[in-house]
Each structure stands twice: as C-alpha cells, then as structure tokens.
C-alpha cells in the first residue's frame, strides 16, 4: 500500500463475544498489505528512520510484572506480558505457518510465507541485518517496536529518555511539540498522537492488493476505536477531552486516503468487478465519514470541502479513479494539515453523532455492510466520546448492546432482517442523552 508521510477502551461485550470469528481473522491473518514490488508500511517509515530494533525481550524487563485481572484497567509495568500472552498480534507470525496462510501464499505466488517479503510486511517487523541489535527475532511478529519505534536511542541505554518516568508526556506538555520531527530524532513513535496511531494501525489493517484476495485472503475491516477495543488494552486512554472523536477522526481521515487510494489502483489495474465493487463500498463508507466532517465546520478540512463535495457527487454514481484519488489526496491534506489542531468539544461531537445518525440510513442501502459497519461504529464512538466528557464510565445502555449483537451477529446474510434492528439501535443512540 502506497502512503503518505504523516504528518481503557470500553468494551460492548456481548457484541464483541459474537463477533469473535471475524476479529481473529482482522488481527490474525487480515494485517497484509499491497502485494507488489514497491511495499510501504509503517514498518517502512520506521525502517527509514535508520535506528536499530532491539526486540520485545528488551521491554520485558521493565514491563513484564503479571497482567491485572480481565477486564480491569490497565496495569502500568504488564505491557509486555499483555502482549506477549493475550494480544493477537503477538501471533502475526505465527499464523503464517497455518495450513490458510499457506493456501493463500501458494494460489498468489508468494512462497514460503514466513520468508516472503510480502507476507512479513504486516506480520512482523522485517527489518535489514544491519538495523536488528540486542535480542531482535522476526518471529517476535508485531512486536512492541511496530508500534513504539527502533528502541535504539530513546530506550537502549541508560542515558536514554525512557529511563526517566513521565518522560513522554513531558514532551507532550513542551511547546512546539511535534511527534513526526522527535521520530525522526530519536525513533519513538507517538501513538498517543491520534493521527500517528491511525496511520501506524490502518497502514496493515485496511487496503490490500486484489491479488491477495483472490488467492484467499480476507478483505479487512477497520475502525480505529472499534478495532483497538477488540484488543486488551495494555495502555490506558483517558475518557474525556472528546478524545476518542479525535481517534474517530484520524482514522476516518486516514482509511479515507487509504482505501480511495486503493481504489483507483484496482480501477487502474482492470481487477475483477467484484474485487473494484468491495473496494468501492469500503472508500465510499470512509468518505463518506470524512466528508461528514469536513462538511460540519468542524476545523478540519475546511480548504478541501467544496473539492471532497465535489468528487464524491461524481463517485456517487459509480467506480471513478480520478475522483478516488481527489478524495484520497484532500484526506492527506486533512490530515497533514488540520488534523492535530483538531479539539472539539462535546457539542462538535453531538453535531458530527447527529450527521452520522441522519446519513445512517443512506450509507446501508447504498454501501450494504461496509456502510452499516461505519455508521455503527461512528455512533458507538461518537455517542461514547461525547457521555464520557460528563461521566468516564458511562456504557451503553443494555438494549442497544443487544441490537447491536443483532446486527453483527448474521455473518451469512448480514442485511437481512438484522438491517432493522440496525436501525432500531441507531434511533436508540439517538433518543439516548
């Protein structure tokens, strides 16, 4: 996938115990990306930033104190043990040998897929001999490093910041803080910053090349808060601020350029119509998200609103590469731009959840499931980030998880009768304060 330089979750637990088969496939076997010969991923950037990756085992002395109780917040000093016992990316590499991922490897021509480069792009950090020190193993998989940075300089020594306790929010809280330009200084990759965790996440979790789906690998799903709830969460994000509309955002704006970006290559390309129409639904459901907030006066994205209007009326009637990659390069221009001044407050977070609300209903009818999907996981969020802002432990009333269960829970026909109790749960948020 081509890219651009970038500039405790609240479960729903029923909901995610029914959706369990689909998410070991989007965290075990989903994280591919392009399948051609120029390969770019975060790990890419990280790579470029020229540091050696000295391996999970060199957080565990630190962070390897045993992981607090399921379902209780997280444990400062677990995260390694979180990781390396419950988290599935600990299992990217591994899934590899599997009988599928073998399958997949052998029908696209790609080898031996715990050697292909291809393959390890996303499922562990494939760096160069020259760049792997300490106790560095590919077979570590998605490691600490594919999210943190090359531990070179900022934690393999003494001297180095991560020896100081609170030192990464203290660079927070300094003027002029700039996550992208201390990467390239040290190598720690921010996650905290809304838009570097989206563009670092959906860089694995979201295009993928229609070859790779043809020979059997899974279209993946992505959603930025949705997704990472999914997961235990061995880091704790504060509940207020509107801070989760600001990852709701960033990964709007990012899977927006992604997937347009992916789409006008399979237009390109003459992949098969099937393979064209997926991607599409997918773009469309992003776009039409990002063009939700851009279209709400919110801060973001105002220099591009006419042109995002502008190409999605022309994307509205079909498949159009030019207009894929319009929407695709205002989404960077938003995200390189407007996106970290972005703070709204929990009226902007109202107005963005009643948009979603009134374009819910469009955006299943036009875009089937992956537009259902979107505007579910957009008022989950939304309805959340702004609760939170007056009570942190707010959770969503009972029956809306149940219609919620409802709607994802029918794999084989997923519009089916569970479309109306998708709407049921989306005038629920609704009528909810």
Not at 32 to 49: F, M, P, S, W, Y
Not at 228 to 235: D, G, I, K, L
Not at 247 to 265: F, P, S, T, Y
Request: hydrophobic content about 40%; charged content about 20%.
């Amino acid at each position: 996938m081509q890219r651009s330089a970038p500039g405790s979750f609240v479960r729903l637990g029923v909901f995610a115990l029914a959706s369990a088969a689909i998410l070991f496939v989007a965290f075990c076997l989903s994280p591919v990306v392009r399948a051609d010969d120029q390969i770019k991923n975060n790990i890419t950037q990280l790579i470029g930033l020229g540091h050696k990756f000295l391996g999970s085992a060199s957080c565990k002395s630190c962070h390897g104190d045993p992981a607090g109780d399921p379902g209780s917040p997280a444990k400062r000093g677990s995260e390694y043990t979180v990781w390396s016992t419950l988290d599935k990316h600990h299992e990217s590499f591994t899934t590899l040998s599997s009988d599928q991922s073998k399958a997949i490897a052998t029908k696209g021509g790609y080898g031996d897929p715990t050697a292909s480069v291809t393959c390890l792009a996303c499922h562990s950090v494939n760096v160069p001999a020259a760049q792997q020190g300490g106790d560095f193993k590919v077979a570590d998989g998605n490691s600490c490093e594919v999210c943190h940075g090359p531990a070179e300089l900022w934690s393999g020594s003494d001297g180095s910041p991560h020896k100081n306790k609170g030192w990464a929010q203290k660079r927070r809280d300094a003027d002029g803080f700039d996550p992208v330009k201390q990467a390239a200084a040290d190598g720690f990759w921010d996650v905290r910053s809304p838009g570097l965790r989206a563009d670092n996440c959906a860089s694995c979790h979201l295009a993928i090349d229609a070859k790779m789906i043809a020979a059997g690998h899974p279209q993946p799903v992505f959603e930025l808060n949705e997704y990472a709830s999914y997961e235990p969460a061995h880091w704790t994000d504060k509940h207020g601020d509107q801070y989760f509309t600001q990852l709701w955002a960033a990964g709007q704006i990012v899977c927006a350029r992604d997937a347009m970006n992916e789409l006008a290559k399979r237009i390109g390309e003459s992949d098969p119509a099937a393979a064209v129409t997926d991607e599409y639904n997918q773009a469309m459901a992003h776009a039409s998200m990002l063009q939700i907030l851009v279209d709400a006066d919110s801060g973001v994205g105002s220099e591009v609103k006419d042109d995002v209007d502008k190409a999605m009326t022309t994307l509205a009637a079909g498949p159009n590469a030019a207009a894929a990659t319009t929407v695709a390069g205002d989404a960077d221009k938003v995200f390189t731009a407007d996106l970290a001044g972005f703070a709204p407050d929990a009226a902007a977070t109202g107005a963005l959840l009643d948009k979603v609300i009134a374009g819910s209903g469009d955006l299943t009818t036009k875009y089937g499931r992956r537009g259902a999907e979107q505007a579910a996981y957009a008022a989950r969020w939304l309805y959340l980030s702004k609760a939170w802002d007056a009570d942190p432990k707010h959770a969503l009333p009972d029956d809306l998880v149940a219609e919620y269960k409802g709607f994802f829970d029918n794999r084989a026909a997923p519009l089916g009768d569970d479309a109306a109790k998708f709407a049921d749960a989306i005038a629920k948020i609704k009528a909810n304060p």
